[in-house]
């Protein structure tokens, strides 16, 4: 018997023995409350001797005998009574410690908590409530078993894969019933986010609504996911409704997790402290830059995975060009501090990097991880950690910081049943097909395919997805089509020039020009109009609307 911590007030534990219950009490539990009939197993002591146990070592016991598998509202509701009754932190048992787990989990849904803090808990301590999910959603009440909605193809997330995607669905099959499950009104060009950090996009320009980008005949369910039930080919969305599907694709990106950094949240927008990875916070980079005469600018790369790696070091190379081209560069000292231990990930490309980074006189810091920021006195922490894995911390100053947060897959997405362990959609990375669970695809972002995560890398996705969905489908023996890794990273080195870093899976190099007009290792102008003037009408006009431009997948021998 293990006890396995739920909460800072709940542990629970399989079967208890009065030989057990001292040790319990050494350990700081002050209750202890069993869910396990008498007499369900022949070797079960009774819960009186328990209770005489417990009485002995100063503990209160309780006693809510449940039924196994037949966990019913009204004893999760009675669980969560008695639970706030006892003296805490308590230990629930039971045969394994499951019915316990679920009666908390079930309770604590009715009084409101949300489903992926639920779901989370649990799974950290080894209990999966995926079959129970449905109730946890609806507040811990038993719902009905009906669809309120049921979709050939239903899409998770209205960003750039999921409506390219459905797009791309569209052009191939008209008829095709699809619907888009995303909560969103606005769907953001979050490429052009380091344009307006740099002061060359409005950020105005990069927002639109979702309604006028959803595909002609294409169902938009404006709604968030709760959890999913691939054994019953079915969607929980909050409020318990169920949406029920032939094919899912699941493409709801990234979550920015803010709260990873202490104290960050509270200053950002303030006190010089900014991010491009916000539609509200760009504006505020590009007055930052121009507000800053002299002084310390700060640029922040966290842990990868993240989204678009190439951003945090586009947002200090347009910073230190306006200081330069406006003569204060030589009075603003710059530092970047790189949780990683390379500048860039492709070797290529990082000569023709590093003479922007001496042009800018930056100093580079490799290995230094965001942990802690104090906006009013102007100070952040780093968790410096050395070749031989000790961690230190390290103190900086700053009159500007670019930070850029950690970042995760979304928590419905990492406590599914469709995550792998790092809590990524798991696909294989050349269909993209969910590797375990039949009639599931994932792309973009939240997907574990170990390609850039980009816009560009979902614009060569969703070609791949809607073949091979379309294909799966119809049950041909048509060929698979493959992905082969492509990402892009424009990165923009100053203003009129870009590094064009175009990549697939290892590294790979897979320009789409001939050197002779663009070479993606050395700095471009045409590649700088090709992102200033080209890729924004090319996302709008034609990715979203299902035109595959240079992004016919390739075939499988």
Same mark, same amino acid.
């Given at each position: 018997?293990?006890?396995?911590?739920?909460?800072?007030?709940?542990?629970?534990?399989?079967?208890?023995?009065?030989?057990?219950? @001292?040790?319990?009490?050494?350990?700081?539990? =002050?209750?202890?409350?069993?869910?396990?009939?008498?007499?369900?197993?022949?070797?079960?002591?009774?819960?009186?001797?328990?209770?005489?146990?417990?009485?002995?070592? &100063?503990?209160?016991?309780?006693?809510?005998?449940?039924?196994?598998?037949?966990?019913?509202?009204?004893?999760?509701?009675?669980?969560?009574? !008695?639970?706030?009754?006892?003296?805490?932190?308590?230990?629930?048992?039971?045969?394994?410690?499951?019915?316990?787990?679920?009666?908390?989990?079930?309770?604590?849904?009715?009084?409101?908590?949300?489903?992926?803090?639920?779901? &989370?808990?649990? =799974?950290?301590?080894?209990?999966?409530?995926?079959?129970?999910? =449905?109730?946890?959603?609806?507040?811990?009440?038993?719902?009905?078993?009906?669809?309120?909605?049921?979709?050939?193809?239903? !899409?998770?997330?209205?960003?750039?894969?999921?409506?390219?995607?459905?797009?791309?669905?569209?052009?191939?099959?008209?008829?095709?019933?699809?619907?888009?499950?995303?909560?969103?009104?606005?769907?953001?060009?979050?490429?052009?986010?380091?344009?307006?950090?740099?002061? !060359?996009? *409005?950020?105005?320009?990069?927002?639109?609504?979702?309604?006028?980008?959803?595909?002609? /005949?294409?169902?938009?369910?404006?709604?968030?996911?709760?959890?999913?039930?691939?054994?019953?080919?079915?969607?929980?969305?909050? /409020?318990?409704?169920?949406?029920?599907?032939?094919?899912?694709?699941?493409?709801?990106?990234?979550?920015?997790?803010?709260?990873?950094?202490?104290?960050?949240?509270?200053?950002?927008?303030?006190?010089?402290?900014?991010?491009?990875?916000?539609?509200?916070?760009?504006?505020?980079?590009?007055?930052?830059?121009? $507000?800053?005469?002299?002084?310390?600018?700060?640029?922040?790369?966290?842990?990868?995975?993240?989204?678009?790696?190439?951003?945090?070091?586009?947002?200090?190379?347009?910073?230190?060009?306006?200081?330069?081209?406006?003569?204060?560069?030589? *009075?603003?000292? !710059?530092?970047?501090?790189?949780?990683?231990?390379?500048?860039?990930?492709?070797?290529?490309?990082?000569?023709?990097?590093?003479?922007?980074?001496?042009?800018?006189?930056?100093?580079?810091?490799?290995?230094?991880?965001?942990?802690?920021?104090?906006?009013?006195?102007?100070?952040?922490?780093?968790?410096?950690?050395?070749?031989? $894995?000790?961690?230190?911390?390290?103190?900086?100053?700053?009159?500007?910081?670019?930070?850029? @947060?950690?970042?995760?897959?979304?928590?419905?997405?990492?406590?599914?049943?469709?995550?792998?362990?790092?809590?990524?959609?798991?696909?294989?990375?050349?269909?993209?097909?969910?590797?375990?669970?039949?009639?599931?695809? $994932?792309?973009?972002?939240?997907?574990?395919?170990?390609?850039?995560?980009?816009?560009?890398?979902?614009?060569?996705?969703?070609?791949?997805?809607?073949?091979?969905?379309?294909?799966?489908?119809?049950?041909?023996?048509?060929?698979?089509?493959?992905? *082969?890794?492509?990402?892009?990273?424009?990165?923009?080195?100053? =203003?009129?020039?870009?590094?064009?870093?175009?990549?697939?899976?290892?590294?790979?190099?897979?320009?789409?020009?001939?050197?002779?007009?663009?070479?993606?290792?050395?700095?471009?102008?045409?590649?700088?109009?090709?992102?200033?003037?080209?890729?924004? @009408?090319?996302?709008?006009?034609?990715?979203?609307? /299902?035109?595959?431009?240079?992004?016919?997948?390739?075939?499988?021998?």
């Amino acid at each position: 018997m293990q006890p396995k911590r739920i909460d800072a007030s709940l542990s629970v534990a399989g079967q208890v023995t009065a030989e057990t219950v @001292p040790g319990l009490a050494a350990a700081g539990f =002050r209750s202890i409350l069993c869910n396990r009939p008498d007499g369900e197993g022949a070797d079960q002591p009774g819960f009186a001797e328990i209770e005489a146990a417990a009485k002995a070592a &100063g503990l209160q016991a309780a006693y809510q005998p449940v039924i196994s598998g037949q966990v019913k509202d009204g004893d999760a509701a009675a669980f969560g009574t !008695i639970l706030a009754s006892l003296p805490k932190p308590v230990l629930a048992y039971c045969r394994t410690g499951t019915r316990s787990a679920t009666l908390w989990s079930l309770s604590q849904a009715a009084q409101g908590r949300p489903l992926p803090d639920i779901l &989370g808990a649990t =799974r950290a301590a080894g209990y999966d409530m995926g079959a129970v999910a =449905r109730r946890i959603a609806n507040g811990g009440r038993t719902p009905t078993d009906v669809a309120d909605a049921t979709h050939t193809v239903v !899409i998770i997330g209205g960003g750039a894969a999921g409506v390219s995607l459905a797009a791309s669905l569209k052009s191939r099959q008209p008829d095709l019933d699809i619907a888009i499950i995303d909560p969103a009104e606005i769907h953001y060009y979050q490429p052009g986010w380091t344009m307006v950090g740099g002061g !060359i996009f *409005d950020a105005a320009t990069t927002a639109r609504t979702m309604a006028s980008l959803i595909p002609p /005949g294409v169902r938009w369910i404006k709604a968030a996911v709760a959890a999913f039930e691939p054994e019953k080919r079915a969607v929980i969305l909050d /409020g318990c409704r169920v949406v029920k599907y032939t094919a899912l694709v699941v493409a709801p990106g990234l979550k920015l997790n803010w709260a990873g950094v202490e104290g960050l949240t509270e200053t950002l927008g303030r006190n010089g402290v900014t991010s491009n990875y916000r539609y509200d916070l760009a504006p505020y980079t590009w007055e930052c830059v121009q $507000g800053l005469k002299a002084g310390r600018a700060v640029f922040t790369q966290p842990p990868m995975p993240i989204k678009c790696a190439g951003a945090p070091q586009k947002a200090l190379y347009l910073s230190a060009d306006h200081w330069l081209r406006s003569g204060r560069l030589k *009075d603003v000292s !710059i530092d970047f501090y790189n949780a990683g231990a390379v500048l860039f990930g492709v070797a290529a490309y990082v000569p023709a990097l590093m003479r922007y980074i001496e042009r800018y006189g930056a100093e580079l810091h490799f290995q230094h991880t965001l942990a802690r920021v104090d906006g009013p006195a102007r100070r952040a922490w780093f968790t410096r950690t050395d070749a031989a $894995g000790v961690s230190t911390l390290v103190e900086a100053e700053f009159d500007m910081l670019h930070a850029v @947060p950690p970042q995760m897959a979304p928590d419905f997405i990492r406590v599914s049943p469709l995550a792998d362990a790092a809590g990524w959609v798991d696909v294989d990375q050349a269909t993209l097909r969910h590797r375990t669970l039949p009639g599931i695809y $994932g792309l973009g972002d939240a997907c574990n395919a170990p390609n850039a995560k980009t816009a560009a890398a979902a614009r060569k996705q969703a070609p791949v997805v809607a073949h091979n969905l379309l294909k799966d489908l119809a049950a041909t023996a048509e060929a698979d089509a493959i992905h *082969d890794g492509y990402g892009s990273c424009p990165l923009t080195v100053e =203003r009129g020039k870009i590094v064009l870093a175009e990549f697939g899976y290892g590294g790979k190099l897979l320009p789409s020009f001939p050197s002779w007009l663009i070479d993606g290792t050395q700095p471009s102008h045409l590649a700088w109009l090709l992102k200033e003037r080209m890729l924004p @009408p090319i996302y709008w006009r034609a990715m979203l609307r /299902g035109r595959e431009w240079m992004a016919r997948p390739r075939m499988a021998a």
